[in-house]
């Protein structure tokens, strides 16, 4: 047999035994069952201003909060020191549903054009401001 055959002959017997990388790698991407039905917590960037730095506060629950989504913190940037933790707004959660699939995260935070409000957007598409001087929250439309 030809050598250029006889390779020709191997690389299809081996790319049937033993799938192409790229496939694994698809394979071992894929979810299992349990993953897939798993929400997914949005994880928006932080934003700083003045020295401050404002981001959403992970696990607001194990920090004594009733909720885990719509909580936010402040951080002096140079130290890294927490310096307040804020609700932004409140999750009402109904009993016959549990209460991790009626979190409402936020998804977006940026500074506001007049440098005095912190710009929150959550899930449901619903908008805040909060106050940087006294911490104040007002929905915005």
């Not at 002959?9 to 698809?26: D, I, Q, T, W, Y």
């Not at 402040?74 to 999750?91: I, S």
């Not at 449901?124 to 007002?138: I, N, P, S, Y």
Request: hydrophobic share 40%; proline share 8%.
């Amino acid at each position: 047999m030809r050598p250029a055959v006889s390779a020709l002959l191997l690389a299809l017997v081996c790319s049937a035994v033993f799938p192409r990388s790229e496939a694994r790698a698809a394979d071992a991407k894929k979810e299992s069952p349990m993953e897939s039905l798993k929400r997914r917590v949005p994880k928006p960037a932080p934003v700083t201003l003045d020295g401050t730095r404002y981001e959403v506060l992970p696990g607001a629950r194990t920090r004594g909060f009733s909720q885990s989504g719509g909580v936010i913190a402040a951080f002096d940037e140079l130290t890294g020191r927490e310096l307040w933790t804020l609700v932004v707004y409140p999750v009402v959660f109904e009993t016959a549903e549990e209460e991790d699939a009626q979190e409402i995260f936020i998804t977006n935070l940026a500074i506001s054009p007049d440098h005095e409000h912190l710009l929150v957007e959550n899930e449901r598409g619903k908008h805040f401001e909060v106050d940087l001087a006294d911490h104040a929250v007002t929905p915005t439309p």
